[in-house]
Each structure stands twice: as C-alpha cells, then as structure tokens.
C-alpha cells in the first residue's frame, strides 16, 4: 500500500533552516509528481510546493517563493523541502503528497515550530 512517512521537523528560530524529507514507499515513485502541503492551527491546508515526476517543473506557493526549494531523489524514493530564513508564520503541519489516479495519498504530518 502507498505509505508516505515525513521527517525532520522541529523547533528553529526565526532565520534559520530546516530539511524535510518524505519517504515514499508502495508505488512507482519517480512516475508521479509529489506535493508538500501545510496546515496552520485554525486555518485551512495550503499547498506550499509541488514537483512533477522527472523533477523538470516546480511549482511554489507565493509566500515561499526564494526561501524554500522542494527537490526529489527517484532513486531513493525520497522527496525533500529545504526551508531556510524561516519565518514565524511558517509555524504548521507539513504534509506530503502525492496524487494517482484521482485519489490523494498524505503522509502523517511533521510539525515545524519557528519561534524564538
């Protein structure tokens, strides 16, 4: 079964960076695109970056435009997110993503927390 697990998630302070990955397991990883979503408390999932299958196009939110940079390693069946000069407001759940067939699959969510 499709099985999406994130990690590297934490407390930062404003400024600094952090790595998320997502390994992805159950499927045939590098034909599909692969998506980080995130939710903030009392707001709705927001998409915040996407990367089609060959790794070619990227798409990112306008809030994190220049600041984070989502990249994927199909040989390792991992998707990444690089976020740096993090921002207080950054403060969510990130989720991964990836959809086949019409149907979304979701990780279980990494918190990241910037705050000083």
């Known amino acids: 079964q499709v099985q999406l697990v994130e990690s590297g998630g934490g407390l930062v302070q404003p400024g600094g960076s952090l790595r998320l990955s997502c390994a992805a397991s159950?499927?045939?990883?590098?034909?599909?695109?692969m998506s980080w979503y995130r939710q903030a408390p009392g707001k709705e999932r927001e998409l915040v970056a996407e990367?089609?299958?060959?790794?070619?196009?990227?798409n990112y939110a306008d809030s994190i435009k220049g600041r984070f940079t989502i990249s994927r390693d199909n040989a390792k069946n991992t998707v990444y997110l690089q976020m740096n000069s993090l921002k207080p407001e950054d403060t969510a759940v990130y989720y991964c993503?990836?959809?086949?067939?019409?149907?979304?699959?979701w990780g279980q969510g990494t918190q990241v927390t910037v705050s000083s």
């Open positions: 990367i089609m299958s060959a790794g070619g196009f990227r």
């Open positions: 159950g499927f045939t990883f590098s034909m599909f695109a």
């Open positions: 993503n990836t959809r086949m067939y019409a149907r979304d699959y």
